[in-house]
């Protein structure tokens, strides 16, 4: 059998982490049309990993574009049943600062695109249980190596994704802050209800980088701030991302790796042979 692979999505200059060795840019043709890019396989760790540029190598995507059905059912294909993904966020309270890590464990939803976070349909009922939508074993995971690389970790919150592209208004941010919410970005949502159908473990390193627009003695989020702090927290992300890929047991156990027992509400002889062929790789132990 096949070694089970460990994912990472993030920005493009993840993957030059020390020691990823066996690199091999791969094509993956999904039925919900291409990728971000290429996946990028190799052994990091002492593991079987596969990196995935979010939003395309030169940060060619918007977050709208990102193709999240693509993006998951390619790394389901290449056997990948964990995904850390590696996130820049504004923060939304005064106590998350630039470079923090925040382990986020909840999500709101304020994107318009929920039909395209999803693998069901076209013939094909299922409805997963979404109560808790991060990987509680491997957020701790995320939490034991984050705290052994910085104290600059927080361990729970609420990531509100907005569709972007433009930066959060002030009204917006400032509800945003007063109703408690944690941190604010783009892209993280749709990557983990499409993980959890594809039953893949998903936990978001969240990467401050800006305090948005709602703290007004400090600047408004610009692009320049956003990148500045991305390479000021690359070392880190890095170091914590090796760090807990060897702590990852080497067979999917969890309950994430059986979000879809009870969840197909379509009977079996019911499903549509296209859409049943399409969704291969995510049904195989239910065929």
Known sequence: MAEHRIGIIGGSGLYHLEGFTRQKWVKVKTPFGPP????LTGRLAGREVVFLPRHGRGHRLLPSELN??????AMKKLGVAWIISVSAVGSLQ???????IVLVDQFLDRTKRSCEHTFFGRGIVGHIAFADPICTELRQLLRQSAQAVTARVHDGGTYVNMEGPAFSTRAESLTHHKLGYDVIGMTNLGEAKCAREAEIAYATMAMITDYDCWKVDEAHVTVEMVIANLMRNAATAKAVVART???IPAVPSWPCHSALRNAIMTDRQLWPRKTTAELKPILAKYL
Do not use: G, T
Request: with cysteine; proline share 5%.
């Open 36 to 39: 971000s890019d290429e996946l």
């Open 68 to 73: 999240h059905r693509a993006n998951l059912w």
């Open 94 to 100: 005064k106590k998350y600062q630039p470079c923090d």
């Open 245 to 247: 890929i060897a702590q």
